[in-house]
Each structure stands twice: as C-alpha cells, then as structure tokens.
C-alpha cells in the first residue's frame, strides 16, 4: 500500500513539473517572453536578437587597409533596439483603403497582400507590415517629359492631402524632398537631353530618440505626380515600431575591424582599397520588403575616402555579434527550381 | 457496323482533340514565334572556384534574388514557362556572349523573353565562378535582343555604368536592360517584388504577366518602360539608371528611335 501511494505522489509530481516545464517553454517561444529576453540579454547576453544575415553589395569591393580620422568621443555606448510592430491589415482596413481610393471592382488576396483593382488603379498592401503601392494606369503611359511642372511646394501639399485623405499617411512620417531625378533622356538636335517625366514627392520616418531612421531601404513614402501635377501612384516601405530596450554596441574600432574583415556593406569601393574614415555615425536599418524584420537595430555609416579621393560609405551592425542570432531564413524565400546537367 | 466504328474513332479523336485544346491552356507565343519564358543565372559561392573575385567573398542572397522571378511562372493567371536557372559552377560567361563571338546567347540569354543575373560585378560586367570561357561576360559582347530577349534585370553592381554610348550596344532589339550605375545591395527580394509590383519595373513585362494571351509586342507593350528599383535594392549616395535602349538603327520595339528612359531614383541614404 505504502508502495502504491509512492507511485502515485511521483506520478503527479512528475506531471506536475511536465506541465510547469511546458508552460515555461510555450512562454518562452511566445513573442513577449522573447522579447523580455531579449531585454535582459542587453546585460547578460543570455538572449539573442534574431535577425537576417545583413546583405552585401555586388561590387565585391573590400579594403586592404583602413584607417580611422573620425572623431568617436560623441558616439553612443548604448543605443535602443526597436521591436518591430506587425500591421496584420485586416481586410476591413484594407477594404477602406481600396474604398477611399476608388479601387474597389475587384478586390483579393496574393499570398501576403492584399491587392484591389479599380476602373483606372491598382491597389496593394503588404499585409504583414501595411507597406503599400497604388499605381493609376497613367503611371503606365506616363513617357513623355512633363510640359508643366509644378512648384514644390504644391507638390508637398497635394501629396499630403492625397495620403491623410486615403488613410495612408503615417503619423511617424516626415516631409523629406520633392524628387526631380526621374527623367526620360532623348537625343534632340544630335544632343543628349534629359527631362522629367515623373516628380515624387519622399517622406522618410521621424528619427528614433534622434537617431536617424533612414539605412538600408529606410522606411518611405512616396507620392508621384504626371502632367499637371496629377497624382500617377504612392508607394510605401514601412514598418511601425515600438522601444524593446538598450543594448550596448560595438565599440567604433570593433565596427572599423568589421568592415575591414567584410562584414559590413560597402559602398562605391573596388578591390583591395585603402581607405580613411572620416566620419561615423549611427543609424537604424529597415530591411526590404518581403524580409521578416523583427528588430530595428542600430548601425555605424562611416563615410570617408579611398586612397585615390574617392568618397564612400559603410555599414555595420553596431549591435555586437554575441547579441545577434543570425537566421538566414528571415529572408530566403522559397526555392525556384535549379537547372541540372548542363 | 464499318461505317460505325470509323464514326466512333472519328469522335474519339475529335473528342480528344477538344479535350487538348481545352486544357491545354492559354499557351502562346510572342512575336518571334517563341513560347514566353523566363530564365535566370546567379552566382553566390566564388571562394574556392579560382574566380578573380574569390578573394572578395561570397554572396548569400543572388539565388534567391533572381529565383523570385519563380513567381512570374507559378502564378496560375500567368502562362510563362522557366526556361533555365543556372547558379555558380553553372552560369557560364558564354550563356551571355553573342553569337558572332562564339557565344552561346543564342540558345541561352537571348533565348528567353526575361533573363536575369545576380552575382558580382565591378563595371559593365557579370562576374561568374567558372572560366567557361572567361570569368567575365563584359556589357560590349551582349547583343540582346537579336533572336527573343525582351528584357534583362542585372542585378549586380555598376553594370549600366558610364554613358548610354557604353551600355547602349547592349541592346539590340531588347526593350530594356535594367541596372545599376552605381554599387547596389543584393537582396534576396528583388525578382519576387519585379513580381509583386509589375507595374512598377516595366509596363510590357506587366502586360505579359497579367494578361496572359496577350503578345508582348502588342502597341502596349512597346513603351519604354521604367524601373523601381528603390523598392528591392538599396543604391548608397548615388542614383539608379535604368534604360530601355535601342542601337543607332531603329528597332521595332521602340516608339522612338534612339530613345533611353533613364530613372534616377535619388536615394534615402
């Protein structure tokens, strides 16, 4: 009997702590328990920070040497990392956004988007980040330069009236420029001439706690007008955001030795190159779209010349290594079929 | 009875004939009498191939970056076929080269109405991982265009780089060669949002995509189209060109002759 009453205190016990360990370890795989992990992990180092393998350029540009003459008395130790907010458009939300548009005729679905057609638009929104890009069938014909282009500051107002009248507008975004760079080149009178054919109207994110937003494919909106300023389409890149905690960086040498070991993106370098940094500041990075971007991390941009006086620029992580687990399928898609036997 | 069964085999064969022709889909062909195809080439892995650019690493994300254009071809709307996809060891220089100088384009590049490459690139070049027949097919040896190619992505660095004179050639009846004059990130999204956003790289590659049965060489489809490259790659302090080229004599799917659509997108940087 006593037997018997032992078997079954261990029973229970046994189930009880099965129960106990599997709540614990749901809780963990929860995305708020990560989260506070991660938060102590800007101490301990215990959680890491998931993230995609930072991408590189195509030009295989690298540096032999590379020194520093910046100033990095001013630069952060630590810096906070953003959590990245999902935007989970309902079809509700996106039914208003097509609604207000005038793109309702027909409205679906296209794996992660939503996607709605008008009379004379399109209209797609990326549900897990609410990015979105609306193109009127104008965009399409609009070849030819623009025989009147407007003032920018016509261009600014029409823009913003357009986005907070369709629901788009973002309240972290920010005027940044009228872009004039879109231009169709012609060879007239034997001579090359470029003109523009499109003006986009750009409005970036509001820095985070005064420190840029803008690296990799920064968070934008865009707005592109045709002839007379009417409105061809908008697009956006964009992630909300909420402050998940500190984190401690790299030091600037540790970010320096990074580039020059290639783990770092860099720009407008050729082979073998020597170069001296002039100057490092800190960024955030936004990933592109279709990239499961959890966190918004802090990066170094150094800017500076090669040795022949060439200016370029840099990018690393400015979370250390040890703090980042790197998960390459955070952004590899689905594999297309390979050719064989060639 | 004769004269029954032969009735009976006459039916089966219409019937079958019927059948095919029901489901064997919107199958056609634009107007150079090819069926409409995608084929794709990239190179990620050049340590330990003897590659020039071995020295200077490896590239994680080209597979994924060209294979995303998958999605033209498994959409069920779409009628394309997947031609080729030729990675690292695979994705020769001769692929690229046109025919009068001993290449292979013929039946490979040019053979399909969109090809693409990613991988390395250090100007006006594509920088492969096996010497077949050399590491590097250069912009002056592509002559795109002459039999089927109807647009190309290069998804690697400085390829357009230099005056439409330099890159121009490259063209030769193709209605547009899409890519950088300047460095550029290689990300594993680019031909999935070519996808995704058609009308936002080239309005006759939209045409085709979603609306199958309809040739790209329809009046449509003839612009010079433009690109968005902004959205799927990041250009660092400089600007993005894109074109869509015609050689000094006039080809058919231009509007206007001598015509180039250069996109200077500016950037965020």
Known sequence: MKERSWFWMGLVGMT????????????VQAGGAHDRAALNAAGTGARRLRVAPMDMTGSAGNFKKLDSAADTSRLPKELTVYKVV???VT??????????????????????????RGEKASLVVDKQTGSFDFTTDEFAAQTKPIARVLADEQYRASAEKFLVDAGLMEPEAEFRDVNRGNVVGVYEDGGWVEKPYMVEVRFSHKPLAGIAFDKGVGP?????????????GATSVWRKVEPLGKYRLKTPQQALDAVKNGRGQIFDVGQDAQGTVDEITTSYLNEPLGYRQLYVLPAYVMKGKTADGKPFTALTRAIPDEMLQV???????????????? | MHWRARTFASGVVALALALACAFA??????DDGSSVAVGVEWVGQYTGTGSPMAVYGNLSTPDDCVGGLYNIVSDPRTNWGWAFNWGNGNAWELDWKRPSLGGNAYRLADDVDLVAFSGHGTGNNMQFATCRNDWASTINELDLGVRDCEWALMYTCNFLRGTPAAYGPAANGAHLICGYATDMTVTGNGGALFRTTPSRTCCAAHT??????????????????RTWHERSARV?????????????????????????????????D
């Not at chain 1, 509700?92 to 709605?116: M, P, S």
Request: aromatic residues 4%; glycine residues 10%; contains cysteine.
């Open chain 1, 220 to 232: 934008k909106i865009i707005v592109q007008f045709g002839e007379d300023g009417r409105i061809l």
């Open chain 1, 86 to 88: 999902p935007a989970n």
């Open chain 2, 208 to 225: 085709a995509c979603g609306s199958p049965g309809t040739s790209t060489a329809k009046p449509r489809s003839r612009r010079p189209a």
């Open chain 2, 25 to 30: 889909g919107a199958a056609y062909a634009d």
């Open chain 1, 16 to 27: 009880a702590l099965a129960l106990v360990s599997g709540c614990s370890s749901r809780a």
């Open chain 2, 236 to 268: 660092a302090q400089s600007t993005t060109t894109c074109g869509a080229m015609a050689r000094s004599a006039p080809t058919q799917h231009l509007t206007a002759p001598q015509q180039l659509r250069t996109t200077r997108t500016g950037t965020l």
């Open chain 1, 327 to 342: 998960d390459e399928s955070l952004n590899h898609g689905p594999k297309a079929p390979v050719s064989t036997g060639k």
């Open chain 1, 91 to 116: 079809r509700q939300q996106f039914d208003e956004h097509a609604r207000r548009l005038g793109v309702n005729r027909e409205i679906g679905e296209n794996g992660d988007a939503f996607v709605a």
